[in-house]
């Protein structure tokens, strides 16, 4: 799995990992990077590259989200990322989300921080990435947003 659809799968697990709080279904989550911070050693160039990568128009995912789903750990939906992420802090209430995660992969590890609103059927956040991927320490900034889109299937 590439890191893009790492993130926004863990965008879109993130919001689905309240009881009640959502509606089950069909979502769509669309991350965008709004910033980079790379290291110096980095060249400019690859620096821009990933901007126009992972910027723009930004990456949409589509994931199925049951009533099962909802009723578990956020843990539990972090399984549809290959275990790469494991929340430390996690609240969804009154229509606000804050979670902090910490992400494995065969690259390295980043320190994650969400936050931000949602609705039954619609949610928008602020995701940084905090880490070394193997270049140096970095920090990504995301904009996600998310909507229901309606039954799975």
Not at 32 to 39: N, S, W
Request: aromatic share 6%.
């Amino acid at each position: 799995m590439n890191r893009k659809h790492v993130i926004a799968g863990m965008a879109a697990a993130a919001i689905a990992t309240s009881a009640y709080a959502i509606e089950p279904g069909n979502w769509e989550a669309t991350s965008r990077m709004t910033d980079i911070q790379l290291p110096a050693s980095v060249p400019p160039q690859a620096a821009d590259m990933m901007r126009q990568i992972m910027g723009g128009e930004g990456t949409t995912v589509q994931n199925c989200v049951t009533q099962e789903d909802l009723e578990n750990s956020p843990e539990r939906v972090f399984e549809e990322t290959n275990g790469e992420c494991r929340y430390t802090e996690f609240q969804m209430a009154g229509g606000t989300i804050h979670a902090v995660a910490q992400c494995d992969n065969d690259q390295g590890t980043m320190n994650m921080t969400m936050d931000g609103t949602y609705t039954d059927t619609t949610y928008s956040m602020t995701t940084s990435m905090q880490g070394d991927m193997g270049m140096g320490p970095m920090t990504m900034t995301f904009d996600v947003t998310g909507q229901r889109l309606g039954p799975c299937g």
